[in-house]
């Protein structure tokens, strides 16, 4: 074990708590699951083969688009949405990086 625990955590893993607490979420992680590689899904779409409301489906989209796990553009009266995949790729590649060279 090292001995003292760090100050500030590096700034590359700043990004990981927002990413990872809006993955730790079962239903979020279940929208994730819906997208097709390089799709772009609206809300209705989610929402019409979820088990939870349009509302709920909005409130979990909102929290992985903060969270920069999803990208999305408004087209009209619509808001598009796909997954960040390098934003994704970068988080858990850090992650990873940390666990070779320390673990």
């Known amino acids: 074990m090292k001995s003292s625990c760090p100050a500030s955590i590096p700034p590359e893993w700043q990004p990981l708590a927002?990413?990872?607490?809006?993955?730790g979420d079962e239903q979020?992680?279940?929208?994730?699951?819906?997208f097709d590689r390089g799709e772009r899904l609206n809300v209705g779409q989610i929402a019409a083969v979820s088990t939870l409301a349009r509302s709920t489906v909005s409130h979990h989209l909102?929290?992985?688009r903060e969270?920069?796990?999803l990208c999305s553009e408004k087209i009209g009266k619509e808001i598009w949405f796909w997954i960040n995949r390098p934003r994704l790729e970068e988080t858990l590649g850090?992650?990873?990086?940390?666990?070779?060279?320390?673990c």
């Open 18 to 23: 927002r990413v990872f607490t809006a993955l």
């Open 94 to 102: 850090n992650v990873l990086a940390y666990v070779r060279r320390n």
């Open 62 to 64: 909102k929290v992985l």
């Open 28 to 34: 979020r992680q279940r929208i994730l699951l819906l």
């Open 67 to 69: 969270a920069d796990v």
